[in-house]
């Protein structure tokens, strides 16, 4: 029985999500109001639950702050030769401590950081063919540089994984 109790427990730790406060020393320190300033581009990929990757895309975005809110117009065009925008405005309501809306997002995303991290987790209302779902998004950020963003987003619905996407953002000389 110690055995069987050790062996759950063991699975339980081993299967624990790791906190935003793992990162809160890493550095160079993430500032989004630096960060998100002026024209960034990013490339990426979606996968699909089994790790194909289904889609590739890139986006030209437009970052700019008035008082605590900041915009983010994000324009994308997929490998597929589809295109979208979306315009994001990220709210800080508490230093480190955000509050997101978008078009396509059901309800208010949350986000903070910590370090050189960003989570921000939504639901996204995502069209698959004539159909859209809802999708919950965590999405980690982490700094790399004062110009490099790797950020990776886990994707489920009803808890079960759907899907990932990993981009690079970089920021753009010459704002």
């Known amino acids: 029985m110690k055995l069987l ?5 063991l699975f ?13 020393d890493e550095r160079p320190e993430l500032n989004l ?15 699909d639950r ?3 990757v289904i889609k590739r895309f890139n986006v030209d975005i437009m970052a700019s702050w008035e008082g605590n809110v900041c915009t983010l117009n ?14 994001w405005r990220l709210t800080e309501t ?12 059901i309800g208010v995303a949350n986000g903070e950081v910590a370090g050189n991290t960003f989570y921000f987790n ?20 982490f700094l790399l540089d004062k110009n490099t963003l790797l ?11 759907v899907g990932e996407v990993t981009l690079i953002m970089t920021k753009k000389e010459g704002r």
Not at 5 to 9: I, R, Y
Not at 151 to 160: D, N, Q, V
Request: with cysteine; net charge positive.
């Open 5 to 9: 109790l050790g062996v759950m427990l």
């Open 12 to 24: 339980t730790f081993s299967c624990s999500n790791h906190s935003l406060q793992d990162y809160k």
């Open 33 to 47: 109001r630096s960060f998100f300033d002026g024209k960034l581009y990013a490339q990426g990929i979606v996968q």
């Open 50 to 52: 089994s790790g194909k």
């Open 74 to 87: 994000e324009k994308f065009e997929y490998s597929d030769q589809s295109k979208s925008t979306r315009v």
């Open 94 to 105: 508490a230093p480190g401590k955000y509050e997101g809306v978008a078009g396509d997002v």
């Open 122 to 141: 939504y639901t996204l209302d995502v069209p698959v063919g004539d159909k859209t779902f809802h999708i919950l998004f965590k999405d980690w950020m």
């Open 151 to 161: 950020a990776r987003s886990y994707m489920t619905k009803w808890g079960f994984n």
